[in-house]
């Protein structure tokens, strides 16, 4: 009789083991997918659902990380469709061009150029 409980005891535990183990992945995949980067599989291995209540409230991040990378990405693309502008002469110069059409600077001259003048 006392082996018996002994044993439910010790199979509950294992099972309450394992839905934690279970809670931790998911709480790990709901904020990945939410778009945090952090590891969060211990948060719900400790909290168990509360943890994947609380993950499930969390605000989504990645929507906001993705606009920001695709802004990064128009603006890389427009620098290169618009070329680059002499620090010298406030020219501007196509992508190919690898000297100002105007005061003969190089792109490199003109890149060193600006950034002294920021300092
Ligand atoms: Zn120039």
Known sequence: MGVNIIGIIIVFIVIFLILQVICGVITHIIMKKKGYSSSW???????????????????????KEESDEKKEHN??????TNGWKC?????????????????????????????????
Do not use: R
């Open 75 to 80: 603006k890389n693309k427009k620098i290169k």
């Open 41 to 63: 599989f211990f948060f719900g291995l400790l909290l168990g659902i509360i943890a994947i209540v609380i993950v499930a409230l969390k605000p989504d991040n990645s929507e």
């Open 87 to 119: 620090t010298f002469c406030n020219c501007n110069n196509s992508d190919e061009a690898e000297y100002c059409s105007k005061c003969g600077a190089s792109y490199g001259q003109s890149v060193q150029n600006g950034e002294e003048k920021k300092v």
